[in-house]
């Protein structure tokens, strides 16, 4: 008991470190869609480049990141036979050198990948994207020491640190988009020097770069030598890559899937890549802000329960997990079909940004909206899998997953060419991730015996009759308003202040310990 308000005040900050890191995180996108211009091809040029550094490092390391790193360190700190700073040290190197040799390969490779990626560009816009590309890459090397410095300062405690390193990124990138606009860049591909290209793109890296030499400076506070290993022996490769081989699986086939999604949307007509993006960028921060906060603190106490092999713990830090991120998904999701399009207009409608490509994001922003309760449920039960050690069922439910949402994306390209394909596309993301969510949640209950369903589904249901009730009064205060604007700022506060109320009053208990930990103490 007496570890409650250290675990409180954690949470807290926490919760704080990555709102910050992902409302700075919103304001580099705002920036870049000021100075690019939502539906310019300049910025899908952008776009299509700056995913590549990430889906290549998804594929070659990101996965294991996720599933291996917490919980082969938290071993390893348990046994004290193993010297822990040396095998630290040894992993680090092993990242370092591996990493190095994918960012030589891949930027050699450039012009085949942007081919296989984007074949819907025009020769000029291609060109720009292999140019990006190629000084983009780097950030495969910088991600990969960010993710395993986050790792080791998790095991050790330091659960806020990782949420805060994101903001140098976000900084940097945000200055840039800024300096560009000063130096007089615009949203016309053709008509973009030389030197305005290398600004963009140098800067973009420079804020991945950042990032990690924030977490690097922590680790070395928190008693790490940071030292470069010739010898990686003494690390358990082999296990790591056993460990890493199903979720290598499961990465591959999420990346076909992205691949595919991206050829299509290339191939959506102009402004298509970029407003796709966004949409997913604004999908993806209630669920990081929240749900990812939720599985970097669960994790651990999951892998050490895991380890005393107490199943009941497991499934008690689970459910924990899942309803208190269901307490703020659920209204959030609700807000996102409801509110997409007048959102994404008050955001977006700005500077080069096209008014009709501003909508077009908040209509697929709406058709993101259902998936985002299943999506967050299915990656935390997810995690479950990775404490208990076990990669391969997790890879091969993921592998079912990018299989259906494959399936649906090409049969929703067919049936709705255009750019309305974008929203199809998006919706196709809610179907997959509910049968994802309904796979797990069922084999995971025969492998630690329960998951606490009679709670999660009472708790779950109380959410949604009060997110119902209060979503329908809010929206209809914000349209009597009109303009986007006051149905925004109307609908929000109606609705949020009559959820609180209607959720105290229905007795949503994961409110209440919502609300304790976020809750300054008095001094």
Known sequence: MTDQPSSARTGRTMVIATLVSRITGFVRTLALVAALGLGTRLLDAYTAANVLPNSIYELVMGGAAASVLVPLLVRVTADDGVDEDLFTQRLLSLVFYGLSAVVIVTISAAPLIVDLTVPGFGSAQRALVVDFTRIFLPQILFYGLSATLAAILNVRGRFATPMWAPVANNVVVTATAAMFLLVGGTGHLETLPQGQMLLLSIGTSAGVGAQMVVLAVVTRRAG????????????????????????????????????VVNRLVSQAGPGAVGVFSNAYTLFQLPYAVIAVTVIT????????????????????????????????LVPVAAALVLLGPHLAVLLFAHGNASPAAAHLTGVVLAAYGPALVPFAGYQIMLRAYYALG???????????????????????????????????????????????????????????????????????????????????????VGVGLGGSFAVVCAATAVGASLYVLIARLLRVSEFTILTAGLRVPRI
């Open 297 to 328: 603190g669960m994790l651990p106490r999951m892998s050490r329960a895991a380890s005393r092999r107490d199943l009941s713990q497991v499934t008690a830090d689970l459910s924990h997990g899942l309803r208190l991120a269901g307490v703020v």
């Open 224 to 259: 790490l030598p940071l030292r470069l290993r010739a010898d990686p022996r003494g690390i358990a490769v082999r296990r790591i890559m056993a460990m890493a081989g199903w979720t290598l699986v499961s990465v591959t086939a999420a990346q076909v899937v992205l691949i």
């Open 390 to 476: 076990d990669t391969r069922t997790p890879a091969l439910i993921s592998v079912v997953v990018s299989a259906a949402l494959l399936v649906l994306s090409l049969v929703a390209a067919r049936l709705v060419p255009g750019r309305d394909m974008v929203v199809a596309l998006a919706a196709c993301t809610a179907l997959a991730y509910a049968l994802g969510f309904v796979i797990v949640a069922q084999l995971l209950r025969r492998r630690i015996g329960r998951i606490d369903g009679h709670r999660l589904l009472s708790s779950y249901g109380r959410m949604s009759v009060a997110t119902v009730l209060a979503a329908g009064l809010g929206l209809a």
